[in-house]
């Protein structure tokens, strides 16, 4: 069982910055895949950024964010982390975090997740 607390998400105007972290509880983070969704209203969950386990040393993104967002891991702080730099409306959403047990490729579909944390909401102001 993994728990999942996001935070780090607020209001901030268009071409700001946010970092939000994802605190993991067990002993075995290291071992699973980290991906960040994003819900916005009306709209269906999308994948935003994914990080493979261990060392971390894959990092698939959504087109879009290529460029402004870069996730990351420290393994020994149970965190996974995503930067978002030059923040635009159409990143409003609430983030959510969440774990994966892969074989092989690192899921960009909800489907491929078992856990999943509460969310933190991001609003990007034009």
């Known amino acids: 069982q993994v728990q999942l607390v996001e935070s780090g998400g607020g209001l901030v105007q268009a071409g700001g910055s946010l970092r939000l972290s994802c605190a993991a509880s067990?002993?075995?983070?290291?071992?699973?895949?980290m991906g960040w969704f994003r819900h916005a209203p009306g709209k269906e969950r999308e994948f935003v950024a994914a990080i493979s386990p261990y060392s971390g040393r894959t990092r698939n993104y959504l087109d879009s964010v290529k460029g402004r967002f870069t996730i990351s891991r420290d393994n020994a702080k149970n965190t996974v982390y995503l930067e978002m730099n030059s923040l635009k409306p159409e990143d409003t959403a609430v983030y959510y975090c969440?774990?994966?047990?892969?074989?092989?490729?690192?899921?960009?579909?909800?489907?491929?997740?078992?856990?999943w944390g509460q969310g933190t909401r991001v609003s990007v102001s034009s």
């Open positions: 969440a774990a994966a047990s892969v074989v092989g490729s690192i899921p960009t579909v909800p489907m491929g997740y078992k856990y």
């Open positions: 067990g002993r075995t983070f290291s071992t699973y895949a």
